[in-house]
């Protein structure tokens, strides 16, 4: 991304930030389709700390982004779930913590979304007796809007009575709920949020998908500093469930954001565009600017956050150490982090996506039909001019690919298209994977990866 101040984008993003404030700030006038989308009663199970044999951990699978690699409704995909579910069913777990960003409503439809998911849940009812949480992250933040919601809004109205004066105080620490619209995908999945705690032998773990953790994501804690969890997740739904819910469902609006997305700098810019935002209000309220003019980039979840976030958010009761378990990045890690002290084991979840790689072919040769084994990872943007591959080609798929054209320019295109995959994939491919859990073992963790 172009460096900028925030005085000169906010000319460029006014028009989108008031477009998500206007949709966010609708959403109770809207409710109606809100609660027919998503369904039924809120039911409070029993508590979340708890002991368990065997866990199996993963995050961000991101259903209905193009992206994802376990859709249900392609074959790659499907043969994908065949096997993670293999792999999940070989570890005979008890649990399964599914660990945010499993349904992507940011930049996705809703029936894309949900139809993508269906295979794996399917799939995964299969394996008895199995137990299934999940912890929202921030593109599925809204099931915890609605959950809170309908909880402390909706139901009192319904009973006749006023909503719970001190709903805000209960954000982060009621629950855990099931949720019939849930229990369509896997039946008794109980929802907790932002975080949960499991103990496993003589092993305790923290969960929490990242994104509180994020700075990019929690903006409005730059403008008043939180005490608590709750005033971490009260100062900054607005931003999440603006820019990765509401804005997703724009209609024009979510196809130009999309378009941006793809440049791969649009987190940035949405940042930068929220703060000039922000700026102004505060200076019309102030008589002064409350950011520095300063340009922005991308910034992911460094250590510092992370002993941040355990010292100031962390229940008192979970003593140090422990192991701290998140994903959002999309990186695979395993590293150790000294928290006042003690030594803590920090593990990221990876990610169940695989980013396209593109390059430039001014026309697609005459005549070139992709191969029906190819057509859900080769694509021809006439648009843009560009042949896009989605994944780690490889070496059979590069020899079919040249074979369709002799045209010097189209074969070109495709052997730096190949090479350049090879050197994007070698993280992406890493990350894909879970972790095991396992009471009984001496050791504190395994990491199960996609391609073992």
């Known amino acids: 991304m172009t460096n900028c101040t925030r005085r000169e984008f906010i000319q460029n993003m006014s028009a989108g930030i ?19 989308m998503l369904g039924g009663a ?13 866990l199996v951990v993963m995050s961000d699978i991101h259903f209905g982004a193009k992206q994802c690699l376990l859709n249900g409704e392609s074959e790659e995909g499907k043969k994908n779930v065949n096997k993670l579910i293999g792999q999940i069913k070989d570890q ?23 139809s993508n998911a269906r295979e794996f849940f399917n799939q995964l009812r299969n394996l008895d ?35 719970v004066a001190d709903y805000i105080e209960k954000v982060v620490t009621a629950g855990p709920f099931k949720t019939k619209f849930l229990d369509q995908f896997y039946p008794g999945l109980k929802v907790v949020y932002p975080s949960t705690i499991r103990t496993c032998g003589k092993h305790r773990y923290y969960f929490t998908h990242g994104h509180l953790v994020d700075d990019i994501f929690t903006i409005g804690s730059d403008v008043e500093k ?46 930068l565009g929220a703060t000039s935002f922000l700026n102004g209000i505060w200076k019309k309220v102030e008589g002064k600017y409350f950011f520095k003019e300063e340009p922005v980039g991308v910034r992911a979840v460094e250590p510092g956050y992370i002993v941040n976030y355990i010292v100031n958010f962390v229940p008192g ?16 890690k395993e590293y150790k ?22 390059k430039k072919l001014e026309k697609l040769p005459e005549g070139i039909q992709f191969p029906d084994l190819l057509k859900d990872k080769v694509r021809y943007d006439a648009e843009k001019k560009l042949l896009v591959f989605k994944g780690v080609m490889k070496e059979e798929e590069r020899k079919e690919l040249l074979n369709l054209s002799p045209d010097s320019s189209y074969q070109e295109v495709v052997k730096k298209l190949f090479q350049r995959s090879l050197e994007d994939g070698k993280d992406e491919k890493n990350s894909n994977g879970f972790f095991v859990l396992d009471e009984i073992s001496e050791k504190e963790y395994d990491w199960i990866g996609f391609g073992k």
């Open 337 to 358: 982090l000294d928290v006042s002290g003690a030594k803590c084991t920090i593990l990221n979840t990876g990610a169940w996506v695989l980013e396209e790689t593109s």
């Open 18 to 36: 008031l477009g998500a404030g206007s949709i966010g700030g609708s959403k109770n006038t809207k409710d109606v389709s809100t609660v027919q």
């Open 129 to 163: 007796g199995l137990e299934v949480t999940y912890i929202p992250g921030n593109h599925d933040h809204h099931i915890w809007t609605y959950i809170i919601e309908s909880e402390y809004f909706i139901k009192p109205l319904t009973e006749g009575n006023n909503p």
């Open 42 to 54: 809120i039911t409070p199970v029993e508590s979340d700390t708890i002991n368990k044999k065997k």
């Open 226 to 271: 939180p005490e608590t969890l709750a005033d971490l997740e009260a100062f900054n739904t607005w931003w999440i469930e603006g820019g990765w819910f509401y804005l997703g469902q724009a209609g024009k609006l979510s196809e130009k954001i999309r378009n941006i997305y793809d440049k791969k700098s649009w987190i940035a810019a949405f940042r």
């Open 92 to 114: 005979q777990p008890k649990e399964v913590i599914l660990l945010g960003d499993i349904f992507d409503f940011s930049l996705c439809s809703l029936y894309k979304t949900c």
């Open 317 to 332: 009761e979970l003593p140090l150490p422990f192991t701290f378990v998140y994903g959002h990045t999309h990186e695979h």
